[in-house]
């Protein structure tokens, strides 16, 4: 009997150990992180767990492309920071950045680099006749056509119709919430919501009745088919990959530039009205003031002007 107990507690006494030296030499080993590290990192951006739709996890989401022409001043790395910043909060994007330029400019391909955003970098150059001259009305030319339709020739070169996916065009210097990029994640051909501070009034938007588009609250050219700015719709791949003509016509009148790319694409009856049935403003279409460098042209005659070796 006494011999039995010493071998129960033998074998107790070793159990015992081998748990513990389990346990110490788990302490030691990393974590089981691809999980971690798929969401962080991984192909899309981190997943927000809240977005609907999302049950599938981040790679089953539809892609949204955000388009944005930008180009040369003194205030575009603010500008591109500042929107680059709020795409990272939204998962499975891919930004489609276009240059109005020659060359892809090292600032741009610098600050994509370090974006942390899956990106394209474009570039192509509106034609001098077309382009706006310094001193003249920004209204006078529309800006950004030739790249945002350089960003569709891209998506139909490298996105083929069985990709599921979203296209929205926004300018580098309006301010959007994140609520804005979940609306748009399942449109079934074109997606609308109100946009703020646009057309010179408070807002402007479709007007939605039993949950379909009836008209617009516009001011300005209110014959227009489409009277929608550029921030307020989004596109379905697919249906841009089913019409392989569809782009921005760069002789558009002033304020149908929009209407001039729906009008190929869908008729108001298949507007998808978002941002609760157009009554929530989630996307502003601010502008920034154009920063004074009087004094740096003051300073530069004296030859103390500012460090161009400081990326601004
Ligand atoms: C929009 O309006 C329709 C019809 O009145 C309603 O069924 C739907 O729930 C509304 N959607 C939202 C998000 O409020």
Redesign the pocket.
Known sequence: MRLKLRNIFLVYFVVSIFGLLYAVLQLGQPCNCSQILREGRGRHNPVSPKEPGNQGGVDQLPIIYVVTPTYERPHQRAELTRLSQTLLLVPALHWILVEDSLKRSPLVADLLAQSGLHYTHLNVQTPPPMKLKEGEPNWLKPRGVEQRNEALRWLRVNQSPMDRGVVYFADDDNTYSVNIFKEMRHTQKVSVWPVGLVGGLRYEGPL????RVVGFHTAWKTHRPFPIDMAGFAVSLTLLLMHPEARFDPNAERGFLESSLLGQLVSVEDLE?RA??C?KIWVWHTRTEKPKLKQEEALEKLGRGSDPNVLV
């Open positions: 939605v009745d039993k949950g009205p609760d049935n009554t």
